[in-house]
């Protein structure tokens, strides 16, 4: 499947309702976007971790994220952290 970059003026119903809430309206008349628009319509949710983890916040950040595989739940991280690693590789 072959992503491609999309031009999306404010003013299209396609623009993204949260950022059009949440932005100056002196910043950019049109957002850029590649690959599906609906995922901002989803709930989200961000993981953020760090090297340092206590082991029963290891084994908590664990199971959460296998609860959100089984959920369905759409997570956003930027999976740098050793727990992060670990969770991408259970939220799949």
Not at 21 to 27: A, I, K, V
């Amino acid at each position: 499947m072959s992503l491609q970059n999309k031009n999306i003026p404010r003013k299209d119903s396609r623009f993204p309702a949260k950022a059009r809430e949440r932005l100056d309206p002196n910043t950019s008349p049109q957002v850029t976007t590649l690959g599906n628009l609906d995922l901002l319509t989803l709930p989200t949710t961000a993981l953020l971790g760090t090297p340092r983890y206590p082991g029963i916040s290891l084994l908590r950040a664990y199971g959460q994220a296998a609860h959100w595989r089984n959920a369905g739940r759409y997570v956003v991280s930027g999976f740098y952290s050793p727990v992060e690693k670990e969770c991408l590789r259970i939220l799949p």
